[in-house]
């Protein structure tokens, strides 16, 4: 064990202890030997910063944890040593605002913006270039762009080939007539072919002609001679052609109206009016009644009237009139004026009067499907109505 030479002692071998002793902290050279001063031979402070050369103490001498964190200055300020969260990673407060996230996306949106503009305008110019139809037209081969404009690519016919080789017949279209439909006059004719060969359907609208003139005395053609507005409201060749033969007809003509309004068909002039001759309005309901008279109820027989060509028919069905009256139940006159006077229609005491009304002496009138046609003079009711 290394020690001190001893005095009055160690004749003769003072310079070997003594060497020996120093050897244990110190080289050849007088220098301290690595490890040689330890914590435990360094006194708490005895060491400053004023003691130590720059970068003499390197971070390989230092142990792990040897220097805890309230033994550095300005930990986790600024100008300091910065610390690591849980995680290992730095504290948001530590990081400059120019190494922030939000710095950071900015930068990269900054960057990246004008390269995404950029490719997205070469994207559309490519776009714009791009050949997306191509047609024939002459000879040549006309192309569009996908921005719209159009070149051509020239001649792109090559020379004509040699006539093919002869096919067989094929078989023998047959081809069978399907729907004829007739159209106004105004109208064009047409044709349509529907299927495939060899079975093909001919279809077929063929206007129909324009009422025409059998003579000066006999015309066919729509509507009724004697509301003329009707014509020129329609427009149509037909009716305007037909309006001008009414207006020239003799006395005595007769027009035959093709489509019948109001259930009249035949008219003849008589002076300068037209007369219907032939006609019939068919059984229209009485709603108006007269003098407080009013429909018995459900399920009873209702009042009707009917004109057919120069007759009347008027059936009072079951009625109420409270008290008793002998007064008028409803009107015909917009439908015409009666021939003659207070004729009896049925022995229940049903009769007209004033030469325009039925009406009945009762409190109740039943009707009677039987009754008699009554002569009736004007002209032909335009609105079917009671």
């Not at 970068?55 to 220097?67: A, E, H, P, V």
């Amino acid at each position: 064990m290394a020690r001190l030479p001893k005095p009055g002692s160690d004749q003769g071998k003072w310079g070997e202890i003594l060497n020996d002793y120093l050897s244990q902290s110190h080289t050849d050279t007088g220098t301290f030997k690595d490890s040689s001063v330890g914590n435990a031979q360094l006194q708490t402070n005895s060491i400053g910063t004023s003691q130590l050369q720059d970068n003499s103490i390197s971070t390989t001498k230092l142990q792990d944890n040897s220097i805890p964190l309230a033994k550095l200055q300005n930990v986790g300020q600024p100008n300091g040593i910065a610390t690591l969260d849980t995680s290992g990673k730095l504290n948001e407060s530590q990081i400059p605002d120019r190494l922030s996230e939000t710095a950071i996306t900015n930068e990269i949106t900054e960057q990246v913006t004008p390269l995404v503009e950029q490719v997205g305008t070469d994207a559309q110019a490519a776009l714009d270039e791009m050949i997306v139809s191509g047609r024939v037209v002459g000879d040549d081969l006309v192309l569009t762009r996908g921005d719209g404009t159009v070149v051509s690519a020239g001649d792109v016919r090559g020379p004509k080939g040699d006539d093919g080789d002869t096919g067989d017949p094929g078989p023998a279209n047959v081809l069978s007539v399907g729907t004829v439909t007739t159209l106004d006059p105004a109208q064009s004719a047409t044709a349509s072919i529907t299927g495939t060969a060899p079975t093909q359907t001919l279809n077929l609208g063929i206007p129909r002609g324009l009422p025409g003139v059998v003579s000066s005395w006999e015309y066919y053609g729509p509507h009724r001679p004697d509301v003329p507005n009707r014509f020129t409201v329609d427009g149509s060749p037909s009716a305007l052609a037909a309006l001008a033969w009414i207006n020239a007809a003799p006395q005595g003509a007769t027009y035959y109206s093709v489509d019948g309004p109001e259930g009249a068909w035949v008219w003849r002039k008589r002076g300068a009016l037209w007369v219907c001759v032939e006609g019939d309005a068919g059984w229209i309901g009485v709603s108006t009644f007269l003098n407080g008279w009013t429909n018995y109820g459900d399920g009873y027989s209702p009042c009707q009237v009917r004109r057919r060509g120069d007759n009347l028919l008027g059936i009072v069905g079951t009625v109420r009139h409270s008290p008793a009256s002998n007064l008028p139940v409803f009107s015909v006159e917009p439908w015409g004026l009666l021939d003659y006077g207070s004729p009896h229609l049925t022995s229940a005491g049903m009769y007209v009067t004033d030469r325009r009304n039925v009406c009945t002496t009762g409190s109740v009138a039943v009707g009677h499907l039987g009754l008699q046609w009554i002569p009736i003079t004007g002209t032909w009711p335009i609105l079917l109505a009671l």
